[in-house]
């Protein structure tokens, strides 16, 4: 399995169970999809369906209680196989934002300075260099999101694993941080995972969309998206995006009311 | 004599600021350890109880302090250790060093003519029932016909609390030896009601001991030590002359006036001890069980430190 | 990080590393008594652990030891109780407020390192000579590290749960009971792991100097007739006590702060 | 000012400057806005502009540098005159579900079993009741994100601030909890801040949308929302809908690229 | 909860209200100087303030007092290196290491309690009379709050920086540097004052019952002697370095903990 080669990771019948007073809680059952080299996945599903669980799995900080994960590659020295972007952004209280961002190179750069020079531009680019000796706890929200990003970004893992990153930005900073992470997934060739509440969001930015059931969560249906690249915002106004969307829409609805119900 | 050897032997020794220890600041000061080629390190501990594992060790040479239970135990268990030289008793004659003091609103009112009326009473062992104190009053009630169980035993006192609960009569009778004596009397709410020489007389309450260090790899030295120690008890028994007075006041920290005032305690011109008080102290000590076996006279005194001194010195006098 | 949760199995995993404990006090025993019997250990001052168990067992028996032990632990109780609650209180009340803490600081920090044994002479002048001078001097000890975790428990509580509490109008008493007590808990206990610790501690040392009955007057009387096997007999129970006190706050643990996996104290 | 009687709440230049190591941070400067009573406001505005900030101050948690809020009415008994949806959910670590939700009732109900009963039918309606008695860190994010919300609903209080409150949940959670919102709102006639960075959302919930500036934020523009009530998703497909989003989309365009730039 | 930030006002702020202690003080000192003078407090054992005073001046002139103080202080320093550098670190091992905390907890239950003044023979015996023996048992009790304090300070880290760390591939010693030790550093310096003044505390009470120079050597010819105007010299003295140990502990925290605005220890 493991030498497939145009694979970039496969879950192979995922199951995750934690255990609480209240007694155990089925988050994922029997995930099964994979990630080919330099593909970009989409993942959307109702809230509390497994996403985030699904990701720390791929990241290696959750134990499956059963199933296997399978990398093609192994990771190279240095650089971590994956950098997942959390859903709360993980950032140090006791670091600067640049300390933070540089903490992704920490394995890779021994040089401190160095570490510091390569984490600026990317500071720049998620427009907060007016910022870079503040502390985490001095940052509103979607600043704080911001950072995360651009610690998951200089640290040029393999596999990016990102988990709703852009939720706490504006429709505008949003467009922006997009373009920047399809920059980077181009130059760079890495598979991502990217998990999203944005339905259009997913179909702009995947190869292939991954649609949750409800907990415990499994692939209810993989879409593969047809639309060349570079795409433009413009395809937003196609019929097949919009056919799209409303599958999708409806596929989460049904998802969505057998939770609550 | 022997004067041979130019490089001094070191010691450790244990001193306290305390009146008992006169003849160890005398010979100090008047250079009797320098004249035997001493050099004498002393240590400082809380009390002389503290000294009795390190002297047993090889840690301390010398210790000289109150005759204890741990001391004999330790003799018995291992046998490192001997006595060898007087360091006080209870003199028979003279002052009082060491006294029953009793309340003294008791003492007017008459409630304690005799020991017979100890019964009931409270009576405080600063130093604990596991010592000599702890005999004393044993004795002491013995011969008023009171059961120890007939009497309320409080242990450990500071001294300020035991002045502070004469005041308020939460305790009626004490133990104490100076300058505790003369502070208590002082004080005006305790009496001196028994000295402690109509009870036990010439008891042996303070003893110097030497540890293995001394005992098995260099009795020279302790020889040495012993003849600076009683030449400086010859000078302590020209009693409170001003040259005494002032090397005590220097080490004690007491005013001289005080000093001039209180009992020195009596110490034996050529170092011999009581051993017979030694064995009734540890007969007493095996009866309260807190001793398993008795030790002979043999393996707790050994007089062959004084008899070798008392030749050199009475050889200089001549 | 494991993901072990329900308090079973914390419970059975305490227990099942109980065994290393054991086993590295077996292991110094048996050194311990093959050196006496060899005589590279001074038996006066390191009798074997045969000798020290035996007498363990005598001294139960005659119930020498359950009593002493019986009134240290009482005397234990009572200076917590004393010591504990006011610091706990106090704690709470200076982690909230900035203004009180910069006030009392400088009181607390000059009276914290006075060694309270050295003004027991002092103590019992005002508290007599009874029980009441030693609790005292007990009580003064646990009161301090309770006092500081408290304090630094609450200041760790993340100001958005003292938002959240304003935003809703909580009145003081609220913050206190929802928020300041069950956030800083993880470090009160923490800060009683200490306290108690120290109370036992310091109650054998009180008695040491000025009591008649209890492990510490044990201890005295095993130096006063250098009996050294009764002086391990009331080491070892005073360990033993200190393995239950853990052992205790462990399982309270478990059940106050539920919130925690982990919470260990 | 305070008696203005169809005023809910008004503020007047409020500014908010914070400290810290790095030197003064200018949040929002010279804010000046009104929200009549029954009222529902929304705010969009770049990551960073002060809108957490803003609501804090209206909130009570900050102290304005300068300016005034004024409140036209006194706080009832026991209800809390606001109820803030935190943008970080600020939920206790240490209580349920039900006890977090149970704290908006902390102050109006002196019964403990009264107080979970109430809030027993919120849970239900966020879709947790499987989750009553779990603790936030078993939870999802956007369950979390619910959980929060029961709580504010559940005071009662007389102006529901809410800080991004639907961000991490999938479109038809939103959809729902959207609709719930309107119902209570209309219900007891409170007055609603609503922020969000989802155009479409503001549009279609509030009144009125104030846009603001980039940090430091002030309001750049009022916009007042012709449609009528009840709304209906059919509304997104109005070019007047459409217009209203283009335009708002512009002015947030030039807001961030002047704080990027 | 103020918005106050900047090291400038936190610092001013630590001053300003130190007016409160000395008011206290001084309020304090009156009543005493009067109760003596009207005859209801004991001259010989509460000794006028203004006595203390002189005698402070006279100690300080003929060096007794700082010379001593300065043996003090030394051994306190002696003993916080040796014993709370381990407790430091062991304290970050077990935080970090459920297994081996859960291993080796017990036997720091166990060792806790053991009151070192109480075994300051069998140290001796060990050690020897001279100064090692003091300083390890200030070793042995500034080893512990460290250890607690530090292991409670990482077990309260959010898992989330652990996660963090683990998926950028932090290795251990990364781990331990970037997120445990910074991670728990506020409840480091809450374990340092407890060790702190504990040390202090406990170098007394060693000198008072071993040694010929120190604080506690002084305190204990001043019981020998009763002159208690010495004694409260020596208490005097405690607690100014008390207050010093704090406020520099307060500077330290200014600097090593800048992230957490409201962080006062
Ligand atoms: N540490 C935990 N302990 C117990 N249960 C957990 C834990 N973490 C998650 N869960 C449960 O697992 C399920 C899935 O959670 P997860 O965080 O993966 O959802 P999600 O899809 O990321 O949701 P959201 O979109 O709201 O973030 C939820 O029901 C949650 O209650
Ligand atoms: N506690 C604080 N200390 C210092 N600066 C702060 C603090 N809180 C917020 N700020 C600063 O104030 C500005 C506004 O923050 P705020 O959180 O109000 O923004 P926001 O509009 O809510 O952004 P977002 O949409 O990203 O949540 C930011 O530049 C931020 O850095
Ligand atoms: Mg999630
Ligand atoms: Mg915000």
């Given at each position: 399995m493991n030498s497939v080669s145009n694979l970039g990771l496969t879950c192979q019948g995922l199951c995750k169970t934690y255990q609480t007073k209240n007694g155990l809680i089925s988050a994922i059952k029997d995930v099964s999809f994979c990630v080919k080299e330099h593909e970009f996945i989409c993942i959307v599903g109702p809230s509390g369906c497994g996403k985030t669980t699904l990701l720390k799995l791929i990241a290696g900080l959750l134990h499956p209680t059963s199933g296997q994960i399978f990398f093609s590659q192994d990771p190279q020295d240095g650089i971590p196989r994956s950098a997942l972007v959390f859903q709360e952004h993980g950032l140090f209280p006791w670091m600067t934002v640049l300390d933070n961002v540089a903490f992704g190179l920490e394995m890779r750069v021994k040089d401190k300075k160095e570490r510091r020079d390569l984490s600026r531009p990317l500071i720049e680019k998620m427009g907060l260099l007016a910022f870079t000796n503040n502390y985490p706890h001095?940052?509103?929200?979607?600043?704080?999101?911001?950072?995360?990003?651009?610690?998951?970004?200089?640290?040029?893992?393999?596999?990016?694993?990102?988990?709703?990153?852009?939720?706490?930005?504006?429709?505008q900073t949003k467009l922006i941080l997009q373009e920047e992470l399809l920059k980077i997934w181009k130059e760079d060739q890495k598979c991502v995972v990217y998990i999203t509440h944005?339905?259009?969001?997913?179909?702009?930015?995947?190869?292939?969309?991954?649609?949750?059931?409800?907990?415990?969560?499994?692939?209810?249906?993989?879409?593969?998206?047809?639309?060349?690249r570079p795409r433009d915002l413009s395809i937003k106004e196609l019929t097949e995006f919009a056919k799209m969307k409303g599958h999708i829409w409806r596929i989460l609805e049904e998802e969505v009311r057998k939770s609550c119900g | 004599?022997?004067?041979?050897?130019?490089?001094?032997v070191r010691l450790k020794v244990l001193l306290l600021p305390f009146l008992s220890y006169a003849p160890f600041f005398i010979a100090q000061e008047e250079g009797f350890f320098a004249e035997q080629q001493l050099q004498i390190e002393f240590v400082q501990m809380s009390s002389s109880a503290a000294a009795i594992p390190p002297l047993a060790q090889g840690d301390l040479d010398i210790v000289a302090g109150t005759l204890r239970i741990s001391t004999l135990n330790a003799i018995i268990r291992e046998g490192k250790i001997k006595f060898v030289s007087d360091k006080g008793h209870i003199g028979a004659g003279g002052c009082t060093y060491y006294g029953i003091i009793a309340r003294q609103a008791l003492v007017e009112a008459g409630d304690l003519k005799n020991p017979s009326q100890l019964k009931g009473k409270k009576i405080c062992l600063a130093s604990g029932f596991a010592t000599s104190e702890g005999y004393f009053v044993e004795k002491l009630?013995?011969?008023?016909?009171?059961?120890?169980?007939?009497?309320?035993?409080?242990?450990?006192?500071?001294?300020?609390?035991?002045?502070?609960?004469?005041?308020?009569?939460?305790?009626?009778?004490?133990?104490?030896?100076?300058?505790?004596?003369?502070?208590?009397?002082?004080?005006?709410?305790?009496?001196?009601w028994m000295p402690v020489q109509e009870?036990?007389?010439?008891?042996?309450?303070?003893?110097?001991?030497?540890?293995?260090?001394?005992?098995?790899?260099?009795?020279?030295?302790?020889?040495?030590?012993?003849?600076?120690?009683?030449?400086?008890?010859?000078?302590?028994?020209?009693?409170?002359?001003?040259?005494?007075?002032?090397?005590?006041?220097k080490y004690t920290n007491l005013d001289?006036?005080?000093?001039k005032k209180i009992c020195w305690p009596s110490i034996r011109i050529d170092g011999s001890i009581n051993a017979k008080s030694v064995l009734d102290f540890q007969d007493w000590s095996i009866k309260k069980g807190l001793l398993d076996r008795p030790a002979t006279e043999n393996q707790f005194w050994d007089p062959s430190f004084i008899e070798d001194a008392n030749k050199i010195l009475s050889s200089v006098s001549k | 990080m494991d993901d072990l949760t329900g308090k079973k199995q914390r419970f059975l995993g305490l227990m099942r590393e109980g065994w290393f404990t054991v086993f590295i006090i077996l292991l110094i025993a048996i050194a311990w008594e093959w050196g006496v019997s060899v005589g590279w250990v001074s038996f006066l001052f390191f009798p074997p652990p045969s000798v020290i168990i035996s007498t363990f067992i005598k001294l139960i028996a005659n119930h020498k030891l359950t009593d002493n032990t019986g009134i240290t632990l009482w005397r234990v109780f009572l200076g917590l109780i004393l010591g504990g609650i006011p610091g706990l209180i106090l704690g709470l009340i200076l982690g909230w407020s900035h203004r009180l803490y910069r006030l009392v600081n400088p009181l607390i920090a000059a009276t914290h390192p006075i060694p309270k044994i050295a003004i027991l002479p002092l103590i019992m002048i005002i508290f007599g000579i009874g029980e009441s001078s030693k609790v005292v001097v007990i009580a003064l000890t646990a009161f301090f590290p309770l006092l500081i975790n408290t304090a630094a428990g609450v200041q760790q509580i993340n100001p958005i749960h003292f938002e959240v509490a304003k935003n809703y109008g909580a009145n003081l008493t609220k913050i206190f009971t929802r928020v300041i007590f069950p956030g800083s808990l993880p470090l009160i206990l923490t800060g009683l792991r200490l306290s108690l610790n120290l109370a036992l501690l310091v109650s054998i040392a009180v008695e040491l100097v000025s009591a008649q009955k209890g492990l510490g007057a044990m201890i005295w009387l095993a130096w006063q007739t250098l009996r050294t096997e009764e002086l391990y007999?009331?080491?070892?129970?005073?360990?033993?006590?200190?393995?239950?006190?853990?052992?205790?706050?462990?399982?309270i643990a478990i059940h106050l702060v539920p919130w925690k996996t982990e919470q260990r104290i």
């Open positions: 001095e940052l509103s929200m979607g600043m704080r999101q911001r950072v995360g990003i651009a610690r998951a970004f200089v640290s040029k893992a393999q596999i990016l694993l990102m988990d709703e990153p852009l939720g706490s930005l504006d429709a944005d339905i259009e969001e997913a179909i702009f930015l995947g190869d292939r969309l991954l649609v949750m059931t409800a907990r415990p969560g499994h692939i209810r249906e993989e879409i593969v998206i047809p639309f060349d | 004599r022997e004067k041979t050897s130019s490089e001094p009630l013995n011969r008023g016909g009171v059961k120890l169980n007939e009497v309320e035993i409080q242990e450990h006192i500071p001294f300020t609390a035991e002045l502070e609960a004469f005041k308020k009569g939460t305790i009626d009778l004490t133990v104490g030896g100076e300058p505790k004596l003369t502070r208590m009397v002082e004080s005006k709410h305790g009496v001196l009870i036990v007389p010439d008891f042996q309450f303070d003893v110097i001991a030497y540890g293995p260090s001394i005992l098995q790899k260099n009795r020279e030295a302790g020889r040495r030590f012993i003849v600076a120690y009683l030449k400086a008890v010859r000078q302590y028994h020209q009693g409170k002359s001003g040259r005494n007075l002032g090397i005590l006041r001289t006036e005080f000093l | 007999v009331s080491l070892v129970m005073t360990a033993l006590l200190g393995v239950f006190f853990n052992f205790f706050l462990q399982r």
